[in-house]
């Protein structure tokens, strides 16, 4: 059985720890709570912590007392009360038949570790009509429920609408953990009903710890000067230095952006490890959108030799890529635009 998670883990997060412990302390719990900050920086722990003390039987505080019912099957990740429905991760249906059969299970942690991983997508309108058809049933311990819903600034409008009605009248001990990167992809509906949880951007030691403790080989491997790169990139998120480190972004790929500008090394250098994402293009672009972050850092390190025109060039990829031209044109096409910025430089 895997442990539950303490508070303490949740570090650089002291508003977000103390707005918790304060529901609790109090029995004021809204019935909907918005996390936002940057992907990365302890939303998901966050909701998981809060989420885990409001099931337990006995906490103290934020502190779940690990040893009852309740917690026994939260550790586990199949606590029928906890529905949690990830963008990138969550159940998908084929049709509104299998959905319906779709029992608890489909929503709750287990199922959603045992998912393949990858770049978010779009939270279905499918998916969160099942997840509120289940929420509307009795709890399965006569306690709370408790709804994590992440990247919920990108769900579909309709959505948004079933959930507005949801909340309107007010289940019972219920509460919904919506996770998002802002508030402007968020329905002024919803932000008006939910109560504000901001998760800021960590300091960078904080993150290096972070990134060192839970990343592995991956991050441990890297010599200084690479984590130190590292840490700038991930800009306060230790998820995201941890992923980029997975990726390989700060070996070959780093030192072929450091070569930005020149023609010596072609864009056709990355491709390979583009391709290495997967077949899916979602993953392709998440390594390119991460290739280009890091491009920008490297270029605000040169800035004084043409490194402002490759960031012209850079910003454009990032632009194409958003639009969705294919990660392979992007990247050829930024090398063209870089080496010719260079050469009206120099
Ligand atoms: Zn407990």
């Given amino acids: 059985m895997s442990e539950l998670a303490s508070p303490r883990a949740l570090l650089g997060q002291e508003t977000a720890l103390q707005a918790f412990s304060a529901a609790l302390a109090t029995g004021r719990v809204a019935g909907s709570y918005l996390l936002h900050g940057p992907a990365g920086t302890g939303r998901t722990l966050g909701a998981t912590l809060f989420a885990n003390a409001l099931l337990c039987e006995r906490p103290k505080g934020l502190e779940p007392c690990r040893s009852c019912r309740a917690c026994r099957r939260s550790a586990t990740g199949t606590h029928p009360d906890l529905l949690v429905v990830a963008a990138d991760t969550g159940p998908r249906f084929d049709d509104d038949a299998d959905a319906a059969r779709a029992g608890t299970d489909r929503f709750t942690r287990a199922a959603r570790s045992a998912a393949k991983p990858g770049p978010r997508k779009t939270i279905s309108v499918r998916v969160l009509r099942r997840l509120l058809e289940i929420l509307s049933l009795a709890s399965a311990h006569g306690g709370w429920k408790v709804a994590i819903i992440d990247a919920f600034d990108e769900v579909e409008e309709e959505g948004a609408a079933l959930l507005l009605k949801t909340l309107e009248e007010a289940p019972p001990r219920t509460t919904f953990l919506l ?4 508030t402007d992809g968020v329905p002024d509906t919803i932000l008006s009903r939910s109560q504000r949880v901001r998760f800021r951007p960590i300091p960078p030691a904080t993150v290096r710890a972070i990134a060192a403790a ?21 800009q306060g998120s230790p998820g995201r230095a941890i992923r980029a480190a997975q990726m390989g972004l700060i070996g070959m790929p780093a030192d072929v952006l450091r070569t930005l500008g020149s023609a010596t090394a072609p864009a056709e250098e990355l491709l390979p490890w583009v391709r290495d994402a997967g077949k899916e293009l979602e993953s392709q672009r998440e390594r390119v959108r991460e290739a280009l972050a890091l491009g920008v850092v490297l270029c605000r390190d040169a800035w004084t030799s043409g490194g402002d025109s490759r960031l012209v060039a ?33």
């Fill in 179 to 182: 996770l998002s990167r802002g």
């Fill in 214 to 234: 839970h990343g592995g080989d991956a991050v441990r491997e890297l010599p200084p000067s690479a984590l130190d790169l590292l840490i700038r990139l991930a």
């Fill in 314 to 346: 850079l910003r454009t990829a990032f632009e194409s890529l958003d639009a969705n031209v294919p990660p392979e044109w992007v990247l050829r096409a930024l090398w063209i635009r870089a080496a010719r910025a260079r050469s009206l430089t120099i």
